[in-house]
């Protein structure tokens, strides 16, 4: 027999005030991890840790990649990373965003479903949409509880009513209820059964990387591809031959027409990524500005330097795209300029 020691929280709207009643719950000597995704703006500062530090005695912090998941702590997502659970440690990445979010619900819920199987629990607060809906499936999928917020009391409803209509919860609670059951409920012996099975976005993921493996070494004659139709958007399929590819609307590439098109696209999303660039510095430089006017001086200056950056890489990628040569004879100095200006826009 063992104990349940996994608890995942996520929410969005109004889920800061539900979180804080929670919080206030929780006994000091919890024998569990508590996991937080809230939906923050990428470019936030998150006061969070703060705010919920005074309701609680057990320690919070952001989670810091690679460190290792403790009893007693409450560890939150911090702006613009999703945050997983994988081999007793904290994993954090700038991965797709799901449900127009980073970080997101859904992809701790799925972690702690296949980490901790029937000893997690996943709750999930007041917020808007449906993120965390699939994700709490997961949870209940492979043997652990769920727990929503009454959307009766919850700011917003959408995501708990989202979460009810797509799984059988077994407990919907008051957030001021929610602390004492989570006590009660790790403190329960259960059986050690832990769910094995691969779940669906795994899966999928492996399915899709098979495919590109498979399109690299050219193995996909007369089957869908993984490339797009340059006029339309609609998948390509490839030919018997193996030499042209043909859309469902029937635009029709050689393989040498399809790769000119693919270059003429990533020189027109490069120069896209010029623009963006130059209007984020613009806005950057308004809002430092601003914040000065304000008597913050300190952070005037870091949003100043940002600016200053977004300018820098704007100007790399503009250069190389003037220079002539094709785009991929420099696509890592491309590649560098872009993460470089995602890191510093995350550290201002």
Known sequence: MVNREAIVIGGSAGAIEALIAL?????????????????????????????LARSTQLPVTHAQ?????????IYLAPPDRHMRIRHGQLELDRGPRENHSRPAIDPLFRSAARAYGPRAIGVILSGALYDGAS??????????LAIVQDPYE?????MPRSAL???????????????????????ESIRAEEGNAMDEVERITRVI??????????????????????????????????????CHVGHAYAAESLLVQKS????????????????????????????????????????????RFDEQHAQVIRELLESGTTVSDHASDVLAALSSAADVSEHT
């Open 135 to 144: 994700g709490l499936l997961a949870v209940k999928t492979h043997g652990g």
């Open 209 to 246: 990387e098979q495919n590109f493996a498979e399109q690299v070494l050219d193995r996909r004659a007369g089957d869908t591809t993984v490339y797009t139709c340059p006029d339309c958007g609609g998948v390509l399929w490839q030919t018997d031959s193996g030499g042209g590819f043909r």
């Open 23 to 51: 919080v206030h719950g929780l006994p000091f000597d919890l024998p569990a991890t508590v996991l937080v995704v809230i939906h923050v703006p990428a470019g936030s500062q998150s006061l969070l840790p703060a705010i």
């Open 165 to 187: 209509d797509m799984v059988q919860a077994d407990y919907v609670l008051p957030a001021k209820d929610i602390g004492p059951q989570l006590e009660r409920l790790v403190l």
């Open 264 to 307: 003429e696209e990533l020189e027109t999303a490069l120069w896209a990524s010029v623009r963006l660039l130059r209007e984020r510095a613009a806005l950057t430089k308004q809002t430092a500005i601003r914040t000065l006017a304000l008597g913050n001086e300190e952070l005037a200056t870091r949003i100043e330097e940002q600016a």
């Open 154 to 158: 919850a700011i917003t409803p959408s």
């Open 65 to 73: 990649h690679g460190e290792p998941v403790e009893q007693g702590r």
